[in-house]
């Protein structure tokens, strides 16, 4: 296999490892958890862990 060949498929393996995070980040399942997060630096403390 050529360098070229190589650095190909490495590229592609990486684009599609950024397009699956992209999509775990943006899915509705995770929005409640980012927005909590969100809020952490306005919370109070003993505000910080709401389970």
Do not use: H, I, K, N
Request: overall charge neutral; aromatic content about 12%.
């Amino acid at each position: 296999m050529s360098a070229g060949v190589v650095s190909g498929a490495v590229t592609g393996v990486l684009l599609v490892l950024f397009l699956f995070g992209w999509a775990w980040a943006w899915s509705d399942r995770r929005r409640s958890d980012f927005e909590a997060a969100a809020r952490l630096p306005l919370a109070d403390e003993g505000q910080e862990r709401r389970a």
